[in-house]
């Protein structure tokens, strides 16, 4: 599902106005995009939780000419599945 459709499902479900819907969308992904860059951590209980995980600096090399080089520490954000949204999964999207 492209951001476009969650939208227009959105949109559907709630009979909202469109714009108003995409400006809710767009507030959502700026707010989780924001709390991760301070370091937070967000959790959308029952979905799931939002969190930076720090990568330690790595030797790697490079693919075409076999050089070794360092691969600088970084922070990465990361999702980890809420209990619900992972039996949903499990069981196919089917209801209890």
Known sequence: ????????????????PRRDVTDIVDNFLE????????GEKV?????????VRKRKAREGRNPKTGEKLMI????????????????SVQKGGKKK
């Open 1 to 16: 599902m492209t951001k476009a459709e969650l939208i227009e499902e959105i949109t559907t479900k709630t009979e909202l």
């Open 31 to 38: 707010s989780v995009k924001s709390a991760l860059a301070k």
């Open 43 to 51: 959790q959308l209980i029952p979905f799931g939780s939002f969190e």
């Open 72 to 87: 600088a520490a970084r922070n990465v954000p990361a999702f980890h599945p809420g209990k619900d949204l992972r039996e």
